[in-house]
């Protein structure tokens, strides 16, 4: 999401100088590539770009071939063969070992639908969206859109395939993962996209600033509250998106935890974090990271199973405590980069570990160990439907 953020943010930015311009989309990957499928770069007719598609070997020649389609106003589909022995055609070696597939389509002006205008989209509703893209014929770029409440966006003139790829969009919502199928008679790209992550930082300590600032790097929307309103003076988090001061016992008024919301308790006042643990308990949110020792933690759950606020198995999964993946952080920086490492490791069902030891592809994603992904899918009216 945070490429699309920026995608759409340039957009704007040269929405007034009038400049042609095109998006570059993965949508098929076959073997071994430095992007997966949904990868996107926006490119311009002076030859800037933004975001990408590869580490930097395939972008020059997509510019070339952006040059046509924004000459001819015409959606074209391109496949770059970048295997050791295949790679002489664009002139350098590559060795990535893979087929990828890459969408580029015109940015039209006068078309409403065009592919920024749908991202825009997708970004104000900031929820999980399944996204079909047609990649041939003569429909081909035609998009559309499913959102968890059912609403659609449907920029498919054809309508017997925009029933067939409103079937296939279902399905993601029981087995969210981006890939290109056949629909009918026609090669569509369906895609998972998930919102931002929401960073809810709870206290406002010195620690807590590089966990903000770091995690605004990432494309995350960042809150920090606390009961002590020297805590939070914006001059210790310009980079946050709100800062609030709010009373524990108010919390679960205040503010609004999603599955997508990873929750940091770091206050270092025993008896607050207790009682926002309390609070968050029942909250959708996959992740609460709690700073301290594990005995600190403990000390917390006695007490609150003391007031009859149990701790089933799933919470005990959701709460990191102490918070963070272990790389022998020591200072503040370190800790963070643990911490926010930790969270992406959890929002996308992975372990975490050394990407030497794994087995399968390393941009491979298993939806079915997604947290996140399962939250969603237990209160997603559109999963049942796309499961029968």
């Given amino acids: 999401m945070k490429e699309l953020k920026s995608i759409v943010e340039a957009y704007r930015q040269n929405q007034s100088a009038q400049r042609k311009q095109a998006v570059a989309t993965v949508v098929r990957?076959?073997?071994?590539?430095?992007?997966?499928?949904?990868?996107?770069?926006?490119?311009?007719?002076?030859?800037?770009?933004?975001?990408?598609?590869?580490?930097?070997?395939?972008?020059g020649d997509a510019l070339r071939k952006a040059r046509t389609v924004m000459t001819e106003g015409k959606s074209l589909l391109i496949t770059y063969d970048t295997r050791e022995e295949s790679n002489?055609?664009?002139?350098?070696?590559?060795?990535?070992?893979?087929?990828?597939?890459?969408?580029?389509?015109?940015?039209?002006?006068?078309?409403?639908?065009?592919?920024?205008?749908?991202?825009?989209?997708?970004?104000?509703?900031?929820?999980?969206?399944?996204?079909?893209?047609?990649?041939?014929?003569?429909?081909?770029?035609?998009?559309?859109?499913?959102?968890?409440?059912?609403?659609?966006?449907?920029?498919?003139?054809?309508?017997?395939?925009?029933?067939?790829?409103?079937?296939?969009?279902?399905?993601?919502?029981?087995?969210?993962r981006s890939h290109t199928a056949k629909v009918n008679d026609e090669e569509v790209?369906?895609?998972?996209?998930?919102?931002?992550?929401?960073?809810?930082?709870?206290?406002?300590?010195?620690?807590?600033?590089?966990?903000?600032a770091f995690a605004k790097q990432l494309g995350w929307n960042v809150q920090v509250t606390d009961e002590c309103v020297s805590h939070i003076a914006p001059v210790f988090f310009p980079q946050a998106d709100k800062l609030t001061l709010c009373q524990r016992t108010f919390i679960d008024r205040e503010f609004s935890i999603t599955p997508f919301t990873a929750c940091v308790l770091m206050s270092h006042n025993y008896e607050y974090d207790?009682?926002?643990?309390?609070?968050?308990?029942?909250?959708?949110?996959?992740?609460?990271?709690?700073?301290?020792?594990?005995?600190?933690?403990?000390?917390?759950?006695?007490?609150?199973?003391?007031?009859g606020v149990l701790f089933n198995a799933d919470d005990l999964h959701r709460i990191h405590a102490p918070a963070g993946l272990d790389i022998g952080a020591e200072t503040p920086d370190e800790i963070a980069l643990s911490i926010l490492a930790e969270?992406?490791?959890?929002?996308?069902?992975?372990?975490?570990?050394f990407l030497k030891y794994r087995s399968g592809p390393i941009h491979q994603r298993n939806p079915k160990s997604d947290e996140v992904c399962k939250q969603v899918l237990l209160t997603n009216p559109l999963a049942k439907t796309g499961s029968q």
């Fill in 274 to 307: 207790r009682d926002v643990l309390k609070k968050i308990l029942r909250s959708a949110t996959p992740y609460i990271g709690i700073i301290g020792p594990r005995k600190r933690f403990e000390k917390m759950r006695n007490e609150l199973e003391q007031q």
């Fill in 189 to 212: 790209f369906l895609e998972w996209i998930q919102p931002v992550i929401n960073l809810l930082i709870f206290g406002g300590g010195f620690d807590a600033r590089p966990v903000c």
């Fill in 29 to 59: 990957v076959h073997g071994s590539a430095y992007r997966s499928p949904g990868a996107r770069m926006l490119i311009f007719d002076d030859g800037r770009w933004v975001g990408s598609i590869s580490g930097g070997c395939l972008e």
């Fill in 88 to 176: 002489q055609q664009l002139g350098i070696g590559l060795g990535c070992n893979g087929v990828i597939d890459v969408l580029i389509e015109p940015v039209l002006s006068t078309d409403p639908n065009n592919p920024l205008s749908i991202f825009e989209r997708i970004i104000e509703r900031n929820e999980p969206v399944a996204f079909a893209t047609v990649l041939t014929g003569e429909l081909i770029g035609e998009k559309m859109l499913l959102f968890p409440d059912g609403s659609i966006f449907n920029g498919i003139t054809d309508d017997k395939l925009s029933v067939a790829v409103s079937g296939k969009l279902q399905t993601i919502f029981s087995e969210p």
């Fill in 343 to 353: 969270i992406q490791s959890k929002f996308t069902g992975r372990s975490g570990g």
